[in-house]
């Protein structure tokens, strides 16, 4: 088996937080409609960690059918805030939107991993982190939002923790890994367990 | 007053979150026997937040003492386990056998804040944070040591969670920023509740 992890999501920070902990990675996007699989999800009134799941085991699946050879890791991540679950906005007007719907209040994070090995799911996890952001000023809200800039974008709820994202929190109850999108201790625990990290 | 506060650390982490919360930042790190003060205090049975707080507290004062007109943050961060207190390794073998002594067991971690102004004590806090280290091998320590190199002397218990320090845990109970030496989110709280930063 290939010491190389194949990573089926496009996010930056995965793969550095892999990368960071010594594991070999290739990243290799699975491209999956992400918001209608959400909607016809929620509409079922599925779990949310079940949600976060199925997501990650969408993305690892599609890859671990074209590359049946190789170990693949899938992961998703989903804001939840009042039962309503967020999408990564795709404008500014809706970054600023989606942080006034969350400020003031709670919300969690549910961030999903799931592993293939030889085209079949052989391990899974979910964790739960809990949120809560501060209630900011409106003046807060333009000073963030031109400070991100394009970073607005990459993450659900259009914050961003490890810079001027701090500013917007009051605690962050869980794994930090966890709110940068991937149970990291549990993948490296799991990785090590089948020999492809160092015990 | 000034709006740049003064962090009485050398602690390269702290200054960086700091700074990337958007908080403007001058160094001025002030030089206390940190072994001693731990040493007398735990032979006193003192609470160990305490201690962490004791030693934050004596950071600030030493500089609000020079520098009566700033706000001065001093931070401290001890580990403990099983009792003991362990401070930063100053060589490879020490921090081989800190990190032999903490392997398998849980730990905890103590991170003091405390703010003088006008040459006072205004605002003070202490986290806590337990850790889970593994089983890992003697054979991942030798690695371990050889990759981390000079950054084993930087941090209590010589491990660094934002690299390869992730593949010495199982668990991380608590804030990260804790972890990295500074309860960000309270202090954040309380420099925009005197105007430092933006509400």
Redesign the interface.
Known sequence: MSKTLVLASQSEARRQ?LQ???VEVECLPARIDEAAVKAALSAQKAKLRDIADALAEMKARRIAGKHPDRLVLGADQILVCNGEIFDKPTSEPEAKSQLKDLRGRKHELYSAAVIYNHGQPVWRFVSRVEMTM?D??D??LE?YTS?LKDDLFTTVGGYKL???G??L????KG???S?LGLP??EV??FL?GIGI???
């Open positions: 937080m960071n902990a010594g501060r900011f000023s003046d807060f000073t400070a490890e810079s001027l701090s500013q929190f009051l605690s962050v794994d930090y890994f709110v990291l201790l490296l625990e090590r990290c160092q015990k």
